[in-house]
């Protein structure tokens, strides 16, 4: 679950923001749309913790992430989150499985390599576990990414524009593969995204 309220952002000699209100439930999918400007990867941030509000709170299983300090809120990041980037990022010395085990080590969570490559087979990739991400396609790295932000089971799943640059077809792979790893965590699912292809799409949404 996650839901924030009264959450507010302030760049340094730059623009604020201000956020709607919103709920997501564990299990619901939520479309976030907004033309460039409107803060959408500032939200998607916020969400993910990856910057601290100005005001407001955001409530992830009940536990305020505004309130934590910066190490707490990297081991609770790793933990609860799973985050997808519109290009994915990767540490290119370490293979692909080494790659999804990393940030649960890092938060300190107890990740099994069995765990990974399960979620490798759901996204049919398991094959290259032991290839660098640098040797594997861009529409392979993208399964990867999304092998990655969900292998550890988190609350929630964030996914910053996973569409934009993609095809009809491939939009909808994209969009088909989300919703089913999410619905296999649990997870609250949301997208930030300015793609309007996603709308008839999502029946609970918010316009920036």
């Known amino acids: 679950m996650i839901a924030i309220q009264g959450l507010r952002f302030q760049y340094p000699q730059g623009p604020s923001f201000s956020f709607p209100d919103f709920r997501c439930d564990a299990g619901e999918h939520l479309l976030i749309l907004g033309e460039s400007g409107r803060g959408k990867t500032t939200?998607?941030?916020l969400l993910a913790g990856l910057i601290k509000p100005t005001g407001g709170e955001i409530l992830i299983n009940q536990t305020d992430t505004s309130k934590l300090s910066n190490s707490a809120l990297d081991r609770f990041r790793g933990?609860?989150?799973?985050?997808i980037f519109q290009t994915a990022h990767f540490v290119e010395?370490?293979?692909v499985i080494d790659n999804l085990m990393l940030s649960p080590f890092l938060s300190g969570k107890?990740?099994?390599r069995k765990?990974?490559?399960t979620a490798l087979k759901r996204l049919n990739i398991e094959q290259k576990a032991s290839n660098k991400p640098r040797n594997l396609s861009v529409g392979e790295q993208q399964r990867i990414a999304i092998a990655r932000?969900?292998?550890?089971?988190p609350a929630v799943i964030l996914a910053d524009e996973p569409t934009s640059a993609l095809d009809d077809y491939n939009a909808q792979e994209v969009l088909k593969m989300l919703e089913e790893q999410a619905k296999l965590s649990g997870a609250a699912l949301i997208i930030v995204t300015h793609d309007?292809?996603?709308k008839d799409h999502f029946s609970k949404q918010i316009t920036l």
Request: hydrophobic content about 50%; aromatic content about 4%; overall charge positive.
């Open 93 to 95: 010395s370490l293979s």
């Open 110 to 112: 107890n990740a099994s």
């Open 79 to 83: 933990q609860h989150i799973g985050i």
């Open 196 to 198: 309007k292809r996603l």
């Open 149 to 153: 932000a969900v292998f550890h089971q």
């Open 43 to 45: 939200l998607l941030h």
């Open 115 to 117: 765990a990974a490559i």
